[in-house]
């Protein structure tokens, strides 16, 4: 009997872990970066939401809601916000929130975020009247206030300790000390291979039920792993052989026998990325708004998507350069684009005068989701007749590459494309392809002060029925000038075990309310 | 021989110097940014070049290269530029997964190969000898991540007997440790051993035609005696030699092997930090192989005087 007691003890001893729930999952890439400040890396926001708290939050049905904050109010003039904090937030070394860490994280962030330099900008300051209580005092009412601070895409306005927060933008932070309901085993932090989070025991969510990065945060498990697999199919190996418990981003071939599992189930999402492409509007041949357009007249959303997503359930086509489905989503400015009208094309091309300037394509060929799409690019503009480059190379050089300024023939580009989060294309303002302020804009730097004034009369829109319309103005300019192409949408729904419950159907991924069963 | 060895180890330090400088300006010439890949997808070329700034890539390239010498030469091979910690300190977390693998694939290798080849030899022309040699060929010609699916769709998914993918510390016990291990391992000994097995056939071929051999028989000595005392141990220099050569072969199939089988070593570190182009951890891994390469060789050229004694240093 000594020997069975002694025998447990050891066991009980040696497995810290014994009897913990512990969910399994592959992420869609490597957490590096633990600063959601920084970077606008998918992975490093997903982290984010783990960790930390917002004072806000997004719900499925894309209406801001109270998160951390209890209560506020707003002066008649629309220039004074008051905000309370809910009573019992407390980060994970014990020290409560306050309002000086609300304010300290507010700044950092809105030098990151195009929202947030917005709403600096519009901000004459932050006041702390108590330890929960703070004010915002605008210069001039800003339309999105609530919007800006209930963010829930990168770079999400996320409230850390003021020591922390006090960090310069520019320099990663390093201590993940946050208020959210997990906390980071930094100790267990395997960079590369494993990232560890634990329950927040002190953490209170909010009663009401979870709703996208809105209502309560509840933790069922007591730990959530992410183990980074980077093979494709090694991560589905993975599931089926119940290693793992959920895989964020499956390569989309996988579906088909995901789909087939009975040990799995695949997760329809029902937001969508964007499918972007991208000009150059530095240098020829699409400095020339004329020839741009003639490019968006021969193209077609149709073949890139099928070529790329195959399955017509994984992909939806929508003529708006907003995501679809969502509050602004508009034809406005359409009329005879992207719809391959080759002949046309060539007639635009010729009357712009083109003169057969190499368009340099950049190709990621490691991207599995956005491999073939220039591939179809390329094909559809030599058929307009362009001539086309097209350059292969891996994702991580072609961020670098497109970050140059540089003609094509001296090592700069064309095009290059990519795919957004909906929620990074949900309007004018965070829309980054229709940012048009010359070099601070996203790459392909285009110029445009009318947009610009289109973009800002949208966020002192008074109501909603004028923020339509601002927004179907901007799309209109966007299109007139061709900032970019928006060729549709595509879904990445998640597989999981089918003994994990809770997933919520979020824009972004979050892991609260998740269950092992 | 201390001399020897003396003048050996000396010799290493040229090597790493050239190799050194070569990573260093290679890694500036291939195209890339670093802090293109921390700022995000939705960075601004001026967000991106503050990033750059704080890494330090902003200066001349000799300039850095100063500094990162001068690292160097204090022992401290700096900060990796993703993940945010010395590249020491990640090089010792990684190292022990792949020097397992290596390890158990080597052993694998070794006890697999030498009796095949000889039994090929020993029956040459015969089926074992033909067999042998088609597998061999086999075996150079199947990609590792090919062979990897395959055994992992048969032996984990369809029988369930071994994990699919990780990795156990061996602190974890031994059982866990070795299920992770076996599949990577027989893996990447394939490759290891087609080409081990074909060069012990040849030499062992070649000893048997010896006089020593036809005398060691006439004497009666019994055929496994000749074959392993006689023959085996007269070629044995040019199977070390294979052996540590295939070391280089490791090394580029460590990479392929950890990223299918998800093993934390110093192969996906690698991945890793090339496409994130993490300079200094590039610079210190590929370091840190050449050096290993140069050791490698080193123990080999030792172990010629064990296997032969009329070498002498």
Same mark, same amino acid.
């Given at each position: 009997?000594?020997?069975?007691?002694?025998?447990?003890?050891?066991?009980?001893?040696?497995?810290?872990?014994?009897?913990?729930?512990?969910?399994? !999952?592959?992420?869609?890439?490597?957490?590096?970066?633990?600063?959601?400040?920084?970077?606008?890396?998918?992975?490093?926001?997903?982290?984010?939401?783990?960790?930390?708290?917002?004072?806000?939050?997004?719900?499925?049905?894309? *209406?801001?809601?109270?998160?951390?904050?209890?209560?506020?109010?707003?002066?008649?003039?629309?220039?004074?916000?008051?905000?309370?904090?809910?009573?019992?937030?407390?980060?994970?070394?014990? /020290?409560?929130?306050?309002?000086?860490?609300?304010?300290?994280?507010?700044?950092?962030?809105?030098?990151?975020?195009?929202?947030?330099?917005?709403?600096?900008?519009?901000?004459?300051?932050?006041?702390?009247?108590?330890?929960?209580?703070? @004010?915002?005092?605008?210069?001039? +009412?800003?339309?999105?206030?609530?919007?800006?601070?209930?963010? $829930?895409?990168?770079?999400?306005?996320?409230?850390?300790?003021?020591?922390?927060?006090?960090?310069?933008?520019?320099?990663?932070?390093?201590? +993940?000390?946050?208020?959210? =309901?997990?906390?980071?085993?930094?100790?267990?932090?395997? =960079?590369?291979?494993?990232?560890?989070?634990?329950?927040?025991?002190?953490?209170? +969510?909010?009663?009401?039920? =979870?709703?996208?990065?809105?209502?309560?945060?509840?933790?069922?498990?007591?730990?959530?792993?992410? /183990?980074?697999?980077?093979?494709?199919?090694?991560?589905?190996?993975?599931?089926?052989?119940?290693?793992?418990?959920?895989?964020?981003?499956?390569?989309?071939?996988?579906?088909?026998?995901?789909?087939?599992? $009975?040990?799995?189930?695949?997760?329809?999402?029902?937001?969508?990325?964007?499918?972007?492409? @991208?000009?150059?509007?530095?240098?020829?041949?699409?400095?020339?708004?004329?020839?741009?357009?003639?490019?968006?007249?021969?193209?077609?959303?149709?073949?890139?998507?099928?070529?790329?997503?195959?399955?017509?359930?994984?992909? @939806?086509?929508?003529?708006?350069?907003?995501?679809?489905?969502?509050?602004?989503?508009?034809?406005?400015?359409?009329?005879?684009?992207?719809?391959?009208?080759?002949? *046309?094309? @060539?007639?635009?091309?010729?009357?712009?005068?083109?003169?057969?300037?190499?368009?340099? !394509?950049?190709?990621?060929?490691?991207?599995?989701? !956005?491999?073939?799409? +220039?591939?179809?690019?390329?094909?559809?503009?030599? /058929?307009?007749?362009?001539?086309?480059?097209?350059?292969?190379?891996?994702?991580?050089?072609?961020?670098?590459?497109?970050?140059?300024?540089?003609?094509?023939?001296?090592?700069?580009?064309?095009?290059?494309?990519?795919?957004?989060?909906?929620?990074?294309?949900?309007?004018?303002?965070?829309?980054?392809?229709?940012?048009?302020?010359?070099?601070?804009?996203? =790459?392909?730097?285009?110029?445009? $002060?009318?947009?610009?004034?289109?973009?800002?009369?949208?966020?002192?829109?008074?109501?909603?029925?004028?923020?339509?319309?601002?927004?179907?103005?901007?799309? *209109?300019?966007?299109?007139? !000038?061709?900032?970019?192409?928006?060729?549709?949408?595509?879904? /990445?729904?998640?597989?999981?075990?089918?003994?994990?419950?809770?997933?919520?159907?979020?824009?972004?991924?979050?892991?609260?309310?998740?269950?092992?069963? | 021989?201390?001399?020897?060895?003396?003048?050996?180890?000396?010799?290493?330090?040229?090597? %790493?110097?050239?190799?050194?400088?070569?990573?260093?300006?290679?890694?500036?010439?291939?195209?890339?940014?670093?802090?293109?890949?921390?700022?995000?997808?939705?960075?601004?070329?001026?967000?991106?070049?503050?990033?750059?700034?704080?890494?330090?890539?902003?200066?001349?390239?000799?300039?850095?290269?100063?500094?990162? %010498?001068?690292?160097?030469?204090?022992?401290?091979?700096?900060?990796?530029?993703?993940?945010?910690?010395?590249?020491?300190?990640?090089?010792?977390?990684?190292?022990?997964?792949?020097?397992?693998?290596?390890?158990?694939?080597?052993?694998?290798?070794?006890?697999?190969?030498?009796?095949?080849?000889?039994?090929?030899?020993?029956?040459?022309?015969?089926?074992?000898?033909?067999? %042998?040699?088609?597998?061999?060929?086999?075996?150079?010609?199947?990609?590792?991540?090919? #062979?990897?699916?395959?055994?992992?769709?048969?032996?984990?998914?369809?029988?369930?007997?071994?994990?699919?993918?990780?990795?156990?510390?061996?602190?974890?016990?031994?059982?866990?440790?070795?299920?992770?291990?076996? #599949?990577?391992?027989?893996?990447?000994?394939?490759?290891?051993?087609?080409?081990?097995?074909?060069?012990?056939?040849?030499?062992?071929?070649?000893? %048997?035609?010896?006089?020593?051999?036809?005398?060691?028989?006439?004497?009666? #000595?019994?055929?496994?005696?000749?074959?392993?005392?006689?023959?085996? &141990?007269?070629?044995?220099?040019?199977?070390?030699?294979?052996?540590?050569?295939?070391?280089?072969? #490791?090394?580029?199939?460590?990479?392929?092997?950890?990223?299918?089988?998800?093993?934390?070593?110093?192969?996906?570190?690698?991945?890793?930090?090339?496409? &994130?182009?993490?300079?200094?951890?590039?610079?210190?891994?590929?370091?840190?192989?050449?050096?290993?390469?140069?050791?490698?060789?080193?123990?080999?050229?030792?172990?010629?005087?064990?296997?032969?004694?009329?070498?002498?240093?």
């Amino acid at each position: 009997m000594r020997r069975v007691v002694a025998v447990l003890a050891l066991a009980i001893a040696a497995g810290g872990a014994w009897g913990q729930k512990t969910i399994r !999952i592959a992420p869609q890439s490597n957490l590096a970066v633990l600063d959601p400040h920084f970077t606008t890396a998918t992975v490093t926001r997903t982290h984010g939401y783990m960790v930390y708290d917002t004072l806000f939050g997004t719900d499925a049905n894309s *209406r801001v809601q109270p998160q951390m904050v209890d209560k506020w109010a707003v002066t008649g003039d629309r220039r004074t916000w008051t905000f309370t904090l809910r009573e019992g937030l407390e980060f994970h070394d014990g /020290q409560p929130v306050t309002s000086e860490d609300v304010i300290a994280s507010l700044e950092r962030w809105s030098k990151k975020d195009s929202l947030g330099q917005r709403l600096a900008a519009a901000a004459e300051r932050w006041e702390a009247v108590d330890a929960r209580t703070f @004010r915002l005092v605008l210069r001039e +009412p800003f339309g999105m206030v609530l919007e800006a601070l209930g963010k $829930p895409g990168a770079n999400v306005p996320f409230i850390l300790p003021k020591r922390i927060a006090a960090t310069s933008a520019d320099k990663q932070i390093e201590d +993940p000390t946050g208020s959210g =309901p997990y906390i980071f085993k930094r100790d267990e932090w395997k =960079p590369g291979s494993l990232v560890v989070y634990a329950k927040n025991p002190k953490y209170r +969510p909010r009663a009401e039920p =979870p709703s996208g990065t809105a209502g309560g945060k509840r933790v069922f498990v007591d730990r959530v792993e992410w /183990q980074i697999l980077r093979d494709a199919q090694t991560q589905v190996n993975a599931l089926v052989a119940g290693e793992i418990d959920l895989v964020e981003q499956p390569a989309h071939e996988h579906y088909p026998a995901l789909r087939r599992n $009975p040990d799995i189930v695949v997760h329809d999402n029902k937001a969508g990325a964007q499918v972007v492409l @991208r000009f150059n509007h530095l240098h020829p041949p699409f400095n020339d708004a004329r020839i741009r357009r003639a490019a968006l007249v021969a193209l077609s959303p149709e073949p890139f998507l099928k070529a790329q997503y195959v399955s017509p359930d994984l992909y @939806r086509v929508c003529a708006s350069l907003y995501a679809c489905g969502t509050p602004y989503e508009t034809r406005g400015g359409m009329e005879g684009l992207l719809r391959g009208d080759i002949r *046309r094309a @060539r007639a635009l091309l010729k009357e712009a005068g083109y003169d057969g300037t190499p368009v340099v !394509i950049l190709q990621p060929t490691d991207l599995a989701t !956005i491999a073939k799409l +220039p591939t179809v690019a390329a094909q559809q503009l030599r /058929q307009a007749g362009f001539k086309v480059d097209l350059q292969s190379m891996d994702w991580n050089a072609l961020l670098s590459r497109r970050a140059k300024k540089d003609p094509p023939s001296k090592g700069g580009w064309s095009i290059f494309m990519t795919t957004l989060n909906g929620l990074d294309v949900a309007n004018p303002v965070v829309s980054l392809p229709m940012n048009a302020s010359c070099d601070k804009a996203w =790459p392909g730097w285009p110029c445009d $002060p009318v947009l610009e004034k289109l973009r800002l009369d949208f966020l002192h829109a008074a109501t909603e029925q004028d923020r339509k319309k601002v927004a179907e103005a901007a799309q *209109r300019r966007a299109l007139e !000038i061709g900032t970019h192409a928006a060729l549709g949408e595509y879904f /990445q729904p998640v597989a999981t075990r089918k003994n994990i419950t809770g997933l919520l159907d979020a824009p972004v991924y979050v892991y609260w309310n998740l269950d092992k069963k | 021989m201390l001399p020897f060895i003396a003048r050996r180890l000396a010799a290493t330090i040229p090597v %790493l110097a050239i190799v050194a400088v070569l990573v260093f300006l290679l890694l500036r010439l291939t195209p890339g940014d670093p802090a293109a890949i921390l700022a995000g997808d939705a960075a601004n070329v001026e967000q991106i070049a503050k990033i750059r700034a704080g890494l330090g890539l902003d200066r001349s390239i000799p300039v850095q290269f100063a500094i990162w %010498l001068g690292q160097m030469l204090s022992g401290d091979l700096g900060e990796s530029f993703y993940f945010k910690m010395k590249v020491t300190d990640l090089i010792g977390q990684r190292i022990e997964p792949t020097l397992a693998l290596a390890a158990v694939t080597i052993v694998i290798a070794v006890l697999v190969a030498v009796p095949l080849g000889v039994l090929a030899a020993w029956r040459f022309g015969g089926w074992l000898d033909r067999a %042998l040699m088609g597998f061999s060929v086999l075996g150079f010609s199947v990609p590792v991540f090919v #062979l990897a699916y395959i055994l992992i769709w048969v032996v984990s998914l369809k029988l369930g007997w071994l994990p699919v993918q990780g990795y156990r510390r061996i602190a974890d016990g031994f059982l866990p440790f070795l299920r992770h291990l076996i #599949l990577p391992s027989i893996t990447l000994s394939v490759i290891y051993i087609a080409l081990i097995a074909r060069v012990t056939r040849a030499a062992v071929l070649d000893t %048997l035609g010896e006089d020593y051999i036809r005398t060691a028989r006439a004497k009666g #000595l019994s055929e496994s005696r000749v074959l392993v005392r006689h023959a085996l &141990a007269n070629a044995a220099v040019p199977i070390a030699t294979v052996i540590g050569l295939g070391i280089a072969l #490791l090394i580029g199939g460590v990479v392929v092997t950890e990223s299918v089988y998800a093993i934390p070593g110093l192969g996906r570190l690698t991945v890793d930090a090339v496409l &994130a182009r993490d300079f200094p951890t590039i610079q210190g891994v590929i370091l840190l192989f050449s050096f290993t390469y140069v050791l490698v060789n080193l123990l080999v050229d030792l172990s010629y005087v064990f296997f032969d004694p009329r070498i002498r240093y």
